[in-house]
């Protein structure tokens, strides 16, 4: 059964904690993304990776990091320094950056930090 | 800089009628378009794509319509059933590296 996976479905940290969120995919997909979600908001892109080990920030980097050490997952730490963690984390997959290929989501992780 | 955006936050209609969500973007070189569905709590699902050399698209029950002159994308549901009541984005390809371009959202109610 292909697809993306995230684990947890739900999360929640006490403020201060860094948390892992999980993204895995076996579509053997070159491009992986993170994005987060707001209440009533659009997707802001955090990070993005085209190939192992390397990656780049998108548009709202500050506070997240990322590592792609193997081609099938693409976990993201929130760290401490994030001001407002609380959101819904999406991570994404693509056949490749460049080309007319679709995006697939996974399921989303809801991470509630207080 | 170059975006994405819908005309209409919220779209209510009646089961069974007709539904248009549309979507304005900037950027004449994208080159490729993808309409998702997101309903609550979970990830965005692929409805429907069309490429830049397209002006209409259909799919079981959905239509894209593509309007190069104008920039502007739209998606037709027929038959709007209970099931379609979701969060509707449109995404473009600008070919500047990599990224999808999200639109901000439509939500759509359909009324029994």
């Known amino acids: 059964d292909g697809g993306i996976t995230q684990s947890p479905k739900y999360l929640f940290r006490k403020e201060g904690q860094n948390v892992t969120l999980s993204c895995e995919q076996n579509l053997n997909h070159d491009a992986m993304y993170w994005y987060r979600q707001d209440p009533g908001q659009g997707l802001r892109l955090i990070y993005y990776s085209q190939i192992v080990n390397d990656f780049q920030k998108g548009d709202i980097a500050e506070g997240y990091s990322v590592s792609r050490e193997k081609k099938e997952s693409f976990p993201l730490t929130v760290t401490s320094a994030q001001k407002n963690p609380t959101a819904f984390y999406l991570c994404?997959?693509?056949?490749?950056?460049?080309?007319?290929?679709?995006?697939?989501f996974g399921p989303g992780t809801r991470l509630t930090v207080t | 800089g170059e975006s994405v955006g819908l005309h209409l936050p919220t779209l209510s209609v009646q089961e069974g009628d007709n539904s248009i969500i549309n979507c304005a973007y900037s950027?004449?070189?994208?080159?490729?378009f993808i309409w998702y569905k997101q309903e609550s709590g979970k990830g965005p699902q692929f409805i429907i794509d069309i490429r830049s050399n397209m002006d209409k698209r259909q799919g079981q029950r959905v239509t894209v319509l593509l309007n190069k002159t104008v920039k502007h994308l739209s998606l037709q549901i027929a038959a709007t059933q209970p099931g379609d009541s979701a969060v509707y984005f449109c995404?473009?390809?600008?070919?500047?590296?990599?990224?999808?371009?999200f639109g901000q959202g439509t939500e759509l109610s359909v009324k029994p």
């Open positions: 995404a473009e390809n600008n070919n500047q590296g990599g990224k999808l371009i």
């Open positions: 950027n004449s070189a994208s080159d490729y």
């Open positions: 994404a997959s693509r056949r490749g950056l460049a080309g007319l290929y679709e995006q697939y």
